[in-house]
């Protein structure tokens, strides 16, 4: 072992370990094994927790044996050395001290645990890592349950099967409180579903206590569970119906509900006017509820009725995409109530000259269905089943009256004319249900698959003659992703650290055209973070390129390459369409199959986030690999900058006044930030306050963005104020408490109206939003 280790090590030398650094990785990498058995000795020690000079000279051999290891990339070689620590640490205290301390066997596990988790994706590191690691979820140290399940969130990319095996740990953990952890949930239900399954109730019990990521999470649970097991969600469907008004989560909750409907639509039936005002209010959600009513349509005659009357009160409908999914449900509907269809066909003739070529083309074959089809053949018909070169099998569910079959199954076989042909050869078994297995008792609507089929047929991608090889029915994007997953994923590893993506991105109407909106998440989330439960947003002029970096970023973090039916992905293409006014810029496969964005195209995002003073707030944790704000950065300048949880700083500072621009001078006043409020001497008997809440936003002055800064400004809603102040070092800590207090006076506020600008700026936009988006939980925006 090198001398100066040994020394430092046995003789627990703290004047000597700093010298430590001083030694070159190669002279030290064949210690490490010995160094970490000494270390494991002085932490088992009872006087460890006690010792300062002990737990120094630990910290510093920790932080130079992780940093050979991730230098050498020997980490392998040593996982069973770092994995014995973390075993040694649950054997002690790991519970706070004090409110603000952590105890010394916590803060050498956090350590140990970065080191670890930076090679998730080497398989050999997390069998070892994973089982030990989750044992400190049972602890009562929410800072550590906190680190963990972000370690846990990065460890789920490769090694869900791993992983899924903690389940019942796991889902212990988020119901004591540590609500992050959901996060993961998504990523290890296909690998364990039962015990998810059994704890719905439970799961839905915390929705209200979760933030908006966390909920998130759970929904993209729900949606999973509404395909594999619909029925365990129906007690639970007026708590989900609260959140159809949301913009968030009302794709996620309406996603479930189709799934649900189509297994049984008969408790749908009581919230159909709750539905259709989700629908007129955000008309991005009008397919998800056509397609519910056009399932609630299969209950009975009544039920028929109003669901055809809703499909023709919308066929004004402008959005070509909705208008063929009503068409597409007025045409399964019409197979099993022709009367209805016949009594409508003059509205829907209407349409005959419809831009759209899947349009034009549903309405001739609803026009020859409605001519030529057989009123018996109709009435007998339960559901639509597949059809292939000119042969029909129709398999009726349930037992028709004087059926001779009491399985309540009858399949029969017949040919049709050629006349018929082009309107039955798009309509096959519904992807969503097996009727001729009798797993429902309702007929099924065949929309799903029509949907599909419809939709490569406009886009020239399979031929209305023939049905479809497997190879065109292959997803264009997933391909694209699928040659080029690796490049996508070193792509993104390699500008995380200079480009910060959005948590959420938003299309808001505005007075005179759509823009796109981001919303930026801290990824530290500590006690004192700014924006622990809120966003920092911007209005982008740059929606391709930022689209384009969401759609690497979501196909970068998943397990394989996405294609365009995965939710995250059809919500990034809805958002991008949404912002078309014209064709010129091109279509969603376009975008995200063109070119990665270019260094050019990166720096002009930065000039952008500079230019809405996001690094005033926000810096890059290289040591945890996420974006986060100074104080979760930082936590150590609490005690400068916060008194009773608040910021105060008080000092001279040079404002510039004077009623006209050119006549403006500075003068000296002295200002104190307590709190709520800016006060600040006029005279020595006149004093003037500002109220924290009525500043919409502050910033630093610099001559460019890379320079010190010379002064900082505060804008309200009817004036600017510009201040001077001793050194950057001071304008800095200035711009830091304000920061603070005015995210503090502001956290009761809706967080989708975005603190662009740090705080209120961007409420002049004067739009509702209309379409949002949001990415899955990444890495990125949690910890590394």
């Known amino acids: 072992m090198h001398e100066l280790f040994a020394k430092v090590l046995d003789e627990k030398d703290l004047s000597k370990a700093g010298d430590l650094f001083s030694l070159e990785d190669q002279d030290i990498v064949g210690d490490i094994s010995t160094a970490l058995k000494k270390i494991g000795e002085i932490i088992d020690t009872e006087d460890y927790i006690h010792n300062d000079n002990d737990q120094s000279v630990v910290e510093i051999c920790i932080t130079r044996v992780t940093t050979t290891i991730r230098e050498m990339d020997t980490i392998e070689e040593h996982s069973s050395g770092l994995v014995n620590l973390l075993q040694l640490?649950?054997?002690?205290?790991?519970?706070?001290?004090?409110?603000?301390?952590?105890?010394?066997?916590?803060?050498?596990?956090?350590?140990?645990?970065?080191?670890?988790?930076?090679?998730?994706?080497?398989?050999?590191?997390?069998?070892?890592?994973?089982?030990?690691?989750?044992?400190?979820?049972?602890?009562?140290?929410?800072?550590?349950?906190?680190?963990?399940?972000?370690?846990?969130?990065?460890?789920?990319?490769?090694?869900?099967?791993?992983?899924?095996?903690?389940?019942?740990?796991?889902?212990?953990?988020?119901?004591?409180?540590?609500?992050?952890?959901?996060?993961?949930?998504?990523?290890?239900?296909?690998q364990n579903r039962d015990p998810i399954i059994d704890c719905t109730a439970r799961l839905m019990d915390i929705l209200d206590q979760c933030d908006v990521s966390e909920r998130s999470s759970l929904f993209q649970v729900f949606s999973m569970v509404a395909k594999t097991k619909p029925q365990t969600l129906e007690p639970h469907i007026p708590k989900l119906s609260e959140y159809l008004l949301t913009s968030v989560l009302a794709p996620l909750v309406l996603t479930m509900f189709v799934d649900m409907a189509v297994a049984n639509p008969k408790p749908f039936v009581g919230y159909a006017a709750a539905l259709k005002a989700s629908g007129e209010k955000q008309p991005v959600h009008l397919i998800h509820v056509v397609q519910i009513m056009g399932s609630i349509a299969t209950i009975n005659e009544d039920q028929a009725q109003l669901s055809m009357e809703y499909f023709v009160s919308n066929l004004t409908q402008t959005d070509q995409a909705v208008l063929t999914v009503i068409l597409q449900e007025i045409k399964a509907l019409g197979l099993t109530h022709p009367d209805l269809l016949a009594q409508n066909m003059d509205k829907i003739g209407k349409l005959s000259q419809n831009g759209s070529s899947a349009v034009r083309i549903l309405v001739q074959q609803l026009k020859e269905d409605n001519k030529k089809r057989s009123s018996t053949l109709d009435k007998e018909m339960k559901s639509v089943s597949s059809q292939t070169e000119g042969a029909v099998t129709v398999i009726t569910v349930g037992n028709p009256p004087n059926s001779a079959n009491p399985n309540g199954v009858i399949v029969r076989h017949m040919n049709i004319p050629p006349s018929h042909m082009s309107s039955e050869q798009s309509?096959?078994?519904?992807?969503?249900?097996?009727?001729?297995?009798?797993?429902?008792?309702?007929?099924?609507?065949?929309?799903?698959n029509y949907t599909d089929r419809m939709s490569m047929m406009s886009s020239g991608t399979v031929s209305s003659q023939h049905g479809p090889s497997v190879e065109s029915m292959r997803d264009g994007v997933q391909h694209f992703c699928d040659k080029h997953f690796s490049t996508i994923r070193n792509f993104i590893s390699n500008i995380s650290a200079r480009i910060p993506l959005p948590e959420v991105c938003s299309v808001i109407n505005g007075r005179h055209k759509r823009f796109l909106?981001?919303?930026?998440?801290?990824?530290?989330?500590?006690?004192?973070?700014?924006?622990?439960?809120?966003?920092?947003?911007?209005?982008?002029?740059?929606?391709?390129?930022?689209?384009?970096?969401?759609?690497?970023?979501?196909?970068?973090?998943?397990?394989?390459?996405?294609?365009?039916?995965?939710?995250?992905?059809?919500?990034?293409?809805?958002?991008?369409?949404?912002?078309?006014?014209?064709?010129?810029?091109?279509?969603?496969?376009?975008?995200?199959?063109?070119?990665?964005?270019?260094?050019?195209?990166?720096?002009?995002?930065?000039?952008?986030?500079?230019?809405?003073?996001?690094?005033?707030?926000?810096?890059?944790?290289?040591?945890?690999?996420?974006?986060?704000?100074?104080?979760?950065?930082?936590?150590?300048?609490?005690?400068?900058?916060?008194?009773?949880?608040?910021?105060?700083?008080?000092?001279?500072?040079?404002?510039?006044?004077?009623?006209?621009?050119?006549?403006?001078?500075?003068?000296?006043?002295?200002?104190?930030?307590?709190?709520?409020?800016?006060?600040?001497?006029?005279?020595?008997?006149?004093?003037?306050?500002?109220?924290?809440?009525?500043?919409?936003?502050?910033?630093?002055?610099?001559?460019?963005?890379?320079?010190?800064?010379?002064?900082?400004?505060?804008?309200?809603?009817?004036?600017?104020?510009?201040?001077?102040?001793?050194?950057?070092?001071?304008?800095?800590?200035?711009?830091?408490?304000?920061?603070?207090?005015?995210?503090?006076?502001?956290?009761?506020?809706?967080?989708?109206?975005?603190?662009?600008?740090?705080?209120?700026?961007?409420?002049?936009?004067?739009?509702?939003?209309?379409?949002?988006?949001?990415?899955?939980?990444?890495?990125?925006?949690?910890?590394?």
Not at 116 to 132: G, N, Q, R, T
Not at 171 to 188: E, H, K
Not at 642 to 651: E, F, H, S
């Open 427 to 448: 309509l096959g078994k519904s992807s969503r249900t097996s009727v001729s297995t009798g797993r429902y008792d309702r007929p099924v609507s065949p929309v799903s």
């Open 89 to 190: 640490c649950q054997q002690h205290n790991l519970n706070p001290l004090t409110h603000d301390k952590d105890p010394p066997h916590a803060k050498v596990a956090s350590d140990i645990m970065s080191c670890l988790f930076m090679h998730y994706s080497k398989a050999k590191v997390m069998m070892m890592a994973i089982p030990v690691v989750v044992n400190f979820l049972s602890s009562d140290n929410k800072e550590l349950s906190r680190n963990v399940s972000s370690y846990l969130s990065l460890a789920a990319l490769d090694n869900a099967d791993l992983l899924a095996r903690h389940m019942e740990i796991i889902l212990n953990s988020i119901f004591r409180g540590n609500y992050i952890l959901s996060t993961v949930l998504p990523q290890i239900y296909a």
């Open 517 to 784: 909106r981001l919303s930026f998440q801290c990824g530290g989330k500590g006690d004192q973070c700014i924006y622990n439960k809120s966003y920092f947003t911007l209005d982008t002029k740059l929606p391709k390129t930022w689209i384009h970096l969401m759609f690497l970023s979501t196909q970068a973090k998943a397990a394989s390459a996405l294609s365009q039916h995965d939710y995250s992905i059809s919500r990034l293409k809805t958002c991008w369409d949404s912002l078309q006014t014209d064709r010129s810029t091109g279509s969603f496969l376009t975008l995200v199959t063109s070119s990665f964005p270019s260094a050019k195209d990166q720096d002009i995002l930065i000039h952008e986030l500079h230019s809405w003073r996001f690094f005033d707030v926000f810096e890059f944790n290289a040591a945890k690999k996420y974006w986060a704000c100074f104080m979760c950065n930082h936590p150590e300048k609490m005690c400068d900058l916060m008194k009773n949880g608040a910021p105060v700083i008080a000092g001279q500072l040079r404002e510039k006044k004077g009623r006209w621009k050119f006549l403006k001078r500075w003068k000296t006043r002295y200002f104190t930030l307590s709190g709520t409020q800016i006060t600040y001497s006029k005279s020595d008997q006149q004093h003037e306050t500002l109220p924290v809440s009525k500043i919409q936003s502050v910033k630093a002055v610099r001559k460019g963005y890379r320079d010190i800064p010379k002064a900082f400004e505060i804008f309200t809603a009817d004036q600017t104020y510009t201040f001077k102040a001793k050194g950057h070092q001071n304008i800095e800590q200035w711009v830091q408490c304000l920061h603070i207090a005015v995210a503090q006076a502001h956290k009761g506020d809706d967080s989708g109206k975005g603190t662009g600008k740090v705080e209120g700026a961007g409420q002049g936009a004067g739009g509702r939003e209309n379409v949002v988006i949001e990415r899955p939980r990444s890495v990125m925006d949690t910890k590394l």
